[in-house]
């Protein structure tokens, strides 16, 4: 059984996580889920500390 699998239209933290590191931010921490299964996470992109958050598609956006 693979425990990083999510139903359709939800994402993991692993996925969120991965999302993530593909769109070129690094250091990703305090990953966690709303209620609304939005992910969020600080991150650095460069030596620059951003707030992301990664939607059930797995687009990734800064805030």
Known sequence: ??????????MTGAAAKAAMEA????GIR???QG???VW???ALRGQTEVRLSV???GNVSAN
């Open 35 to 37: 209620p609304d299964g």
């Open 40 to 42: 969020s996470a600080s």
């Open 23 to 26: 769109d070129g931010y690094k």
């Open 1 to 10: 059984m693979n425990t990083d699998a999510a139903p359709p239209g939800k």
């Open 55 to 57: 939607n059930s598609t």
């Open 30 to 32: 305090a990953l966690s």
